[in-house]
């Protein structure tokens, strides 16, 4: 099958959509024919629930906005039909225990067939429910299927474009064909580096197609959990999320017009999770407002187009790390599908062009935010300011800078030339017990933000319920009923919420934005 000009064609089929979300639903098929299924059962549930707790409980519109999953033994098995997953956690959580109880011998006949016909059975189970049901207000209408197996995947992909040949795939947007490898290849050190390290060469592409990715992870909870981690990023592609602007180099900035500005196309993409985005609502939900400012960027739902208009160059050495704020968001150059290839293309090259020279000169770019839905009533427009920061990967780090509105005053004083023995002396002997590492990796650290998240997820739902009724009684109940309510969820009302879990470093008075560490830092390091 030539699948590449078979997904490409029905691609264009797909209507012009303005949907708020574009993410995909997801179809997980899980192979457990081989007979290393008795390594990677435990790894993958573990990572699997993990990474749908903070899906569950991220606000704003849901990343994962449907989840199917289907188990092929020697035979195709749907475990979990199609779900809203905000609202079906429970379900998540007794599919994922009944895939930690399957047997673990691979005892099961390999080959092929029960995959494709759990494709087949996913496509049409994803046909009939959209037909009769609409996602959140969205118009999406694509599924994405991810086939974790053990199996050789290149002998999985063949088989894969061999038998879909005459299947409708008009809503299908993309099969993942993951190698679950135990050759233990891998350092934690390495894991987000190398997740998706084995990429086809050359030959592979006319055979496999563009539009069946071919991947190899190794079977550990970390590798996995990275993998259902790419779920929560932003997957739309119909149009760029920044225009990065740069002064032409015909004349000088001062007196150039804006005709001869430099637009760099760009998407952005989240580095790390908001952990304000983990405290919303009961029912996951968030104002508008909290999540868009119009001075400030935002990398989830992309839902403008911002313009960054580079005012200055820096040098690396002399920005103070006081002076930046904010979550990081790395930008890379856009992969919208609307865009012609050979604009696509001078588009790459010049972004990495851009790159290479702030490397070269070690410098950092100062750009003023142009501002989003300004009100008509604002007699004066507030900018932000953001640095953006080169590094030796095709992708340019943004972060917001301080101005002088928001500068404090601070005194530095001087360091002293000498110190006392006594004093001098125990401070170095506690810093040579120190073990030292050459690097930060976070994934060496856990905050136990998993268990918390799932024991606020694993609540029985009449408990929640009465939690709910409680705090908005009816008008038409009697005070002793409401008082004999209220006796019977107090001590409901005592368990500690997410809040008081994390403290807020930082409030703003909007609470658009907060800044959360753990109570105890020696339970963060734990």
Not at 429 to 444: D, F, G, I, K, W
Request: charged content about 20%; some cysteine.
């Amino acid at each position: 099958m030539n699948s590449r000009k078979l997904f490409s064609e029905t691609r264009k089929t797909f209507p012009d959509t303005k949907a708020h979300c574009q993410q995909p639903s997801r179809i997980l098929i899980v192979d457990v024919t081989s007979a290393s299924w008795d390594n990677t059962c435990s790894v993958l549930s573990e990572a699997l629930e993990n990474t749908l707790s903070l899906a569950c409980r991220l606000t704003g519109p849901c990343r994962v906005p449907l989840l199917s999953i289907y188990v092929v033994q020697n035979q195709q098995e749907c475990l979990l039909p199609f779900v809203q997953l905000k609202e079906s956690f429970a379900r998540v959580q007794a599919c994922i225990s009944e895939l930690r109880s399957l047997p673990r011998e691979g005892c099961f006949p390999q080959g092929g067939d029960g995959v494709v016909q759990a494709v087949q059975d996913g496509l049409q189970q994803f046909k009939q429910y959209s037909r009769h049901t609409v996602v959140g207000g969205s118009t999406n209408s694509s599924v994405e299927i991810i086939i974790l197996t053990s199996q050789s995947g290149k002998e999985m992909v063949k088989h894969l474009e061999k038998k879909l040949k005459d299947v409708d795939l008009v809503s299908l947007r993309r099969i993942q064909v993951i190698e679950v490898s135990k050759r233990g290849f891998l350092e934690p050190e390495d894991v987000e580096q190398c997740m998706l390290a084995e990429e086809p060469s050359s030959n592979d592409i006319a055979i496999l197609g563009m539009d069946i990715d071919l991947q190899t992870i190794e079977d550990n909870v970390i590798s996995l959990e990275m993998l259902f981690k790419t779920w929560l990023h932003d997957c739309g592609s119909e149009r760029e999320h920044l225009h990065l602007l740069l002064p032409s180099g015909g004349s000088s900035y001062a007196t150039a017009p804006k005709t001869t500005l430099i637009c760099l196309k760009c998407d952005l993409q989240e580095r790390l999770l908001d952990p304000a985005l983990l405290l919303g609502t009961a029912d996951g939900t968030m104002k508008t407002s909290d999540s868009n400012s119009s001075c400030q960027m935002t990398a989830w739902p992309a839902t403008v187009l911002y313009k960054l208009q580079v005012v200055k160059a820096l040098k690396s050495e002399g920005v103070c790390e006081s002076v930046l704020y904010g979550l990081p968001f790395i930008i890379k150059p856009t992969s919208c599908w609307q865009l012609d290839w050979d604009e696509l293309e001078l588009n790459q090259h010049s972004f990495h062009a851009l790159c290479h020279s702030l490397l070269k000169r070690k410098w950092m770019l100062l750009a003023k935010l142009d501002p989003q839905n300004t009100c008509p009533s604002w007699n004066i427009v507030v900018h932000s300011y953001y640095i953006i920061v080169p590094s030796d990967s095709a992708t340019l780090l943004v972060k917001a800078v301080a101005v002088r509105e928001l500068l404090m005053p601070s005194v530095f004083p001087a360091l002293l030339a000498e110190h006392p023995e006594r004093v001098q002396g125990p401070i170095e002997s506690a810093l040579n017990s120190l073990e030292v590492e050459v690097t930060y990796n976070p994934l060496h650290l856990k905050s136990n933000l998993y268990k918390h998240l799932k024991s606020i997820l694993y609540r029985p739902l009449h408990r929640q319920q009465a939690q709910h009724r409680d705090q908005r009684p009816e008008r038409h109940q009697s005070k002793q009923h409401q008082s004999r309510a209220k006796a019977t969820v107090a001590p409901l009302l005592m368990a500690p919420s997410p809040a008081q879990l994390l403290r807020p470093a930082v409030v703003k008075r909007d609470s658009s934005e907060y800044s959360f560490l753990p109570k105890e830092d020696d339970e963060f390091l734990q």
